[in-house]
């Protein structure tokens, strides 16, 4: 009989079973047709990165770093902190390298990164505040001051970090780093330095851009985030941010240190 349906009477059916006119499906052709699933199951979807997976996450890092560090001032002694820091900085700056340019960032790499840098911040804390009585403490308020009013900078939008922006704060971060770089070498093999590392104005001066360049950094951190909340980034984006954030809030810290030793002299 034939069908009142013109879908099955179209030549395209006809050509779909394999056949023209008169076709009939076999049974093992029949068995597979109405044996397949009526629908695909949809695929799980991935839920994307929220302002609370990074408080979190960051929390995690940052909390980590203090743990590691609180350790190593208790445990450490002082005669050897000075060591046991350039080598944590040195693997710190190895996994920090890792990360950013691998766009490996996840739980364990994060984690791990955190500890060692605050095996380092540890012990540098801990041969400053033998030095000068207080400093940590100063260095902590001046960081979490810096934070804050990073933050009401970007809440308010009186700074917005636009591309161009951003691309000058980054330059301007691997000049300075390779300036840190020149005076250490200088420093260690030959009697003079360029003098950005030691009291006085030039280095009061060096440590107060340092400091401002940081809370640049921090608000690139910012815009990170909401970038990526904005743009429904996978959850897994939060270990990248709390890995920014915690850069950030150290350099800060660590060039606070030195300005107020700078200032204590």
């Not at 006809?14 to 056949?19: K, Q």
């Not at 996450?57 to 450490?76: D, I, P, Q, R, S």
């Not at 020149?182 to 950005?196: E, P, Q, R, W, Y």
């Not at 360049?213 to 996978?234: H, K, R, S």
Request: with cysteine; net charge neutral; charged share 10%.
């Amino acid at each position: 009989m034939q069908s009142h349906n013109p879908a099955f009477r179209s030549d395209r059916f006809g050509r779909h079973m394999g056949g023209g006119a008169g076709y009939a499906p076999g049974p093992q052709q029949l068995h597979d047709m109405y044996g397949r699933p009526a629908y695909a199951p949809p695929a799980p979807a991935q839920r994307t990165m929220t302002i609370d997976d990074v408080v979190v996450k960051g929390f995690m890092a940052l909390g980590t770093l203090m743990l590691t560090g609180a350790l190593t001032w208790a445990l450490v002694p002082l005669e050897t902190a000075l060591a046991i820091a350039v080598v944590a900085f040195v693997l710190q700056l190895g996994l920090g390298l890792f990360i950013s340019f691998g766009q490996k960032a996840n739980a364990p790499l994060v984690l791990a990164f955190a500890g060692v840098y605050g095996v380092g911040v540890g012990a540098i804390s801990h041969y400053y505040e033998t030095l000068y009585n207080g400093i940590v403490f100063q260095a902590v308020i001046g960081t979490a001051l810096a934070f804050g009013g990073t933050l009401a900078v970007h809440a308010l939008r009186i700074i917005r970090m636009t591309p161009k922006l951003a691309r000058f704060v980054v330059a301007a971060g691997f000049a300075m780093l390779g300036l840190m770089l020149v005076n250490l070498l200088l420093t260690a093999f030959t009697d003079t330095s360029l003098g950005i590392r030691e009291s006085g104005p030039l280095g009061i001066a060096f440590s107060v851009v340092a400091i401002l360049l940081g809370c640049f950094f921090l608000l690139m951190d910012f815009d990170t985030i909401e970038q990526g909340v904005y743009a429904g980034m996978p959850e897994k984006f939060a270990w990248y941010c709390a890995f920014g954030l915690v850069l950030s809030l150290v350099w800060i810290y660590l060039e606070l240190l030195r300005l107020l030793s700078y200032l204590r002299e």
